[in-house]
């Protein structure tokens, strides 16, 4: 079972969000970009293991443009509204509602767990929504219409006119209206991991402790039972003789009453066996023989994932579903253990068909080593899906190049790509002694950039970021029309004059070339075509030793190859027309 698809209309920076879902789902994205917004709205239909969170809104979870119509509506109307001629319908119609959907997917054995919320029975589909509302709008209109007639009232109003008390929220079955029953809503769980997280390992309240004790009576039988009781046992009659408990309840022998030994022998001290949740719960995690609370944020880290994914391996009688959001597993973890993430997490979504794992990420390895297929990129509150949005040939053109970094790939302000290491040298190393430029990120790639260039323009074609392509002509004049024809304002695409860059280098800097180096690389007596096909036998080694002058500023009067020269004045420039 698993979420299928996911709509969010109007939570936080997340206006009109429409996307399908997969057992095991990557989000992306820069900062403030809507990564968490995104999980956390998937998280508030469902009810939550950890309780952490409240289905209940405020006034800054709904969003902005959202309100700012609203406003602007009233402000519009405000004379109808003060005349009692605005109808209820036409305010419910532009006031700010949060919905998130749920639709469900069953297994080929799960049906019967969304009975109760079907909403198509030919697919069996599941759906869930939750639903933020004002109850009452009613209310709402006379409430505004006192408002906007009051002579103080101004732009700044905003909280009054759109009261968070008249609001409430709602679990229905989506295109039937039922309301789904807390007993029916318990079987679909959500367990959220926040980012900070650092502390889970140091009493037993924290993250870790509830899934530790999960997993220890999960794998407890009844006969585990009986042996952990019979082990309890001897351990109290240990306690006793060890205390010579039988030499303390000895009143028996200071009384002359009758029958008294008969009464105080029947008197001891019964082993009081704690309930099995009580003795798994006195259970704390460790790691070679110390406290796990004394490791360092990694270990404790990957070590909470690994207890809580083994902990959902066997499904639990009463639940149907479970969601587990993740925000950065990768925190404080070396590489090593990023791949050992990587991997756990993988296998799991593909043993486990009850618990969706979503989790956000920084991590080009936890990018790559999962699958470009399941991966969601949110830029300014939207969302990408790189499984819908690209075909496989476009996200196996990313896969092959197993060193790229996908997030400088996407979200690098401003980045230029190259197709070699002689352009990438060259490039990085100018950029070295160019301050105004310390902000461009250099990719190298090997073959043509079409899709490329078609994937950054799905991820950024609406930012103001830049992107830069540095080609060799090699004698392809469609080949460069077909790369040209992709430029935009917000990208440029340069191609050398010559057949590649050591070409166009000895056109720009001939004579420099030949004072400088002449001598070491008997350039003294070439002109200046065959000194171009004597670098290019050799290029990798002059090119390093130019760019190591370059950086240590002995090479003056070096000049740039004008297809270069131009990328980087786009780069340099603070605005631009569309």
């Given at each position: 079972?698993?979420?299928?698809?996911?709509?969010?209309?109007?939570?936080?920076?997340?206006?009109?969000?429409?996307?399908?879902?997969?057992?095991?789902?990557?989000?992306?994205?820069?900062?403030?970009?809507?990564?968490?917004?995104?999980?956390?709205?998937?998280?508030?239909?469902?009810?939550?293991?950890?309780?952490?969170?409240?289905?209940?809104?405020?006034?800054?979870?709904?969003?902005?443009?959202?309100?700012?119509?609203?406003?602007?509506?009233?402000?519009?109307?405000?004379?109808?509204?003060?005349?009692?001629?605005?109808?209820?319908?036409?305010?419910?119609?532009?006031?700010?509602?949060?919905?998130?959907?749920?639709?469900?997917?069953?297994?080929?054995?799960?049906?019967?767990?969304?009975?109760?919320?079907?909403?198509?029975?030919?697919?069996?589909?599941?759906?869930?929504?939750?639903?933020?509302?004002?109850?009452?709008?009613?209310?709402?209109?006379?409430?505004?219409?006192?408002?906007?007639?009051?002579?103080?009232?101004?732009?700044?109003?905003?909280?009054?006119?759109?009261?968070?008390?008249?609001?409430?929220?709602?679990?229905?079955?989506?295109?039937?209206?039922?309301?789904?029953?807390?007993?029916?809503?318990?079987?679909?769980?959500?367990?959220?991991?926040?980012?900070?997280?650092?502390?889970?390992?140091?009493?037993?309240?924290?993250?870790?402790?509830?899934?530790?004790?999960?997993?220890?009576?999960?794998?407890?039988?009844?006969?585990?039972?009986?042996?952990?009781?019979?082990?309890?046992?001897?351990?109290?009659?240990?306690?006793?003789?060890?205390?010579?408990?039988?030499?303390?309840?000895?009143?028996?022998?200071?009384?002359?009453?009758?029958?008294?030994?008969?009464?105080?022998?029947?008197?001891?001290?019964?082993?009081?066996?704690?309930?099995?949740?009580?003795?798994?719960?006195?259970?704390?995690?460790?790691?070679?023989?110390?406290?796990?609370?004394?490791?360092?944020?990694?270990?404790?880290?990957?070590?909470?994932?690994?207890?809580?994914?083994?902990?959902?391996?066997?499904?639990?009688?009463?639940?149907?579903?479970?969601?587990?959001?993740?925000?950065?597993?990768?925190?404080?973890?070396?590489?090593?253990?990023?791949?050992?993430?990587?991997?756990?997490?993988?296998?799991?979504?593909?043993?486990?068909?009850?618990?969706?794992?979503?989790?956000?990420?920084?991590?080009?390895?936890?990018?790559?080593?999962?699958?470009l297929d399941k991966v969601i990129v949110m830029h300014n509150g939207e969302a990408i899906d790189?499984?819908?949005?690209?075909?496989?040939?476009?996200?196996?053109?990313?896969?092959?190049?197993?060193?790229?970094?996908?997030?400088?790939?996407?979200?690098?302000?401003?980045?230029?790509?190259?197709?070699?290491?002689?352009?990438?040298?060259?490039?990085?190393?100018?950029?070295?002694?160019?301050?105004?430029?310390?902000?461009?990120?250099?990719?190298?790639?090997?073959?043509?950039?079409?899709?490329?260039?078609?994937?950054?323009?799905?991820?950024?074609?609406?930012?103001?970021?830049?992107?830069?392509?540095?080609?060799?002509?090699?004698?392809?004049?469609?080949?460069?029309?077909?790369?040209?024809?992709?430029?935009?304002?917000?990208?440029?695409?340069?191609?050398?004059?010559?057949?590649?860059?050591?070409?166009?280098?000895?056109?720009?800097?001939?004579?420099?070339?030949?004072?400088?180096?002449?001598?070491?690389?008997?350039?003294?007596?070439?002109?200046?075509?065959?000194?171009?096909?004597?670098?290019?036998?050799?290029?990798?080694?002059?090119?390093?030793?130019?760019?190591?002058?370059?950086?240590?500023?002995?090479?003056?009067?070096?000049?740039?190859?004008?297809?270069?020269?131009?990328?980087?004045?786009?780069?340099?420039?603070?605005?631009?027309?569309?």
């Amino acid at each position: 079972m698993k979420i299928s698809r996911v709509q969010i209309n109007n939570y936080r920076n997340l206006r009109h969000i429409d996307i399908e879902m997969g057992n095991l789902m990557t989000i992306v994205g820069d900062n403030n970009s809507g990564k968490t917004n995104f999980l956390r709205a998937l998280s508030i239909p469902l009810s939550s293991d950890d309780n952490s969170y409240s289905k209940s809104l405020s006034w800054y979870d709904i969003n902005n443009d959202a309100k700012k119509e609203y406003y602007n509506f009233l402000q519009t109307e405000k004379q109808s509204i003060i005349n009692g001629e605005l109808s209820v319908d036409d305010l419910v119609a532009v006031v700010p509602e949060v919905k998130i959907k749920l639709f469900i997917t069953p297994g080929d054995e799960e049906h019967y767990d969304v009975n109760d919320i079907l909403i198509n029975e030919g697919k069996w589909m599941g759906g869930i929504l939750y639903r933020y509302y004002i109850k009452n709008p009613e209310t709402l209109l006379k409430t505004i219409k006192a408002i906007l007639s009051t002579e103080n009232n101004d732009d700044d109003v905003q909280m009054s006119l759109l009261p968070m008390e008249l609001y409430d929220y709602s679990v229905t079955v989506p295109g039937k209206g039922n309301k789904v029953s807390y007993d029916t809503l318990s079987k679909f769980r959500s367990v959220v991991i926040p980012a900070e997280r650092d502390g889970f390992a140091s009493n037993a309240d924290r993250l870790g402790s509830k899934a530790l004790s999960d997993l220890l009576k999960m794998r407890m039988t009844a006969e585990s039972q009986a042996r952990l009781e019979v082990a309890y046992k001897n351990f109290f009659d240990t306690v006793k003789k060890e205390s010579e408990l039988d030499k303390i309840l000895n009143w028996q022998d200071y009384t002359d009453i009758k029958n008294a030994q008969d009464f105080f022998h029947k008197i001891s001290v019964l082993p009081n066996m704690p309930q099995m949740s009580s003795i798994f719960g006195s259970v704390r995690l460790g790691y070679e023989e110390g406290n796990l609370s004394m490791q360092g944020l990694g270990y404790r880290n990957i070590i909470l994932m690994t207890v809580l994914l083994n902990s959902y391996i066997n499904k639990e009688q009463d639940v149907s579903f479970r969601l587990m959001t993740v925000e950065e597993p990768e925190a404080h973890l070396c590489i090593s253990n990023i791949l050992l993430l990587a991997s756990l997490l993988n296998n799991f979504s593909q043993r486990n068909s009850y618990t969706q794992i979503v989790y956000s990420t920084h991590n080009a390895e936890l990018i790559n080593k999962i699958g470009l297929d399941k991966v969601i990129v949110m830029h300014n509150g939207e969302a990408i899906d790189l499984n819908e949005g690209l075909d496989y040939d476009e996200r196996d053109y990313i896969a092959v190049h197993t060193n790229t970094d996908i997030m400088k790939l996407l979200y690098s302000k401003k980045l230029i790509l190259v197709e070699g290491i002689t352009e990438e040298l060259l490039i990085k190393s100018y950029l070295q002694v160019q301050c105004d430029l310390n902000d461009v990120k250099v990719l190298s790639f090997h073959k043509g950039y079409t899709k490329i260039i078609d994937i950054w323009k799905k991820v950024n074609g609406a930012s103001h970021n830049r992107l830069g392509i540095v080609r060799d002509f090699d004698n392809q004049p469609n080949a460069r029309s077909e790369h040209e024809k992709r430029q935009s304002k917000n990208i440029i695409i340069r191609t050398t004059k010559g057949y590649t860059l050591e070409t166009d280098i000895v056109h720009e800097n001939y004579t420099l070339l030949q004072e400088k180096y002449g001598d070491e690389y008997g350039w003294s007596q070439m002109n200046e075509e065959k000194l171009q096909a004597e670098w290019r036998n050799k290029k990798s080694g002059i090119m390093l030793r130019i760019c190591h002058d370059i950086v240590n500023g002995e090479l003056d009067g070096f000049i740039m190859p004008p297809h270069i020269k131009d990328i980087l004045d786009f780069m340099r420039e603070n605005n631009y027309e569309d």
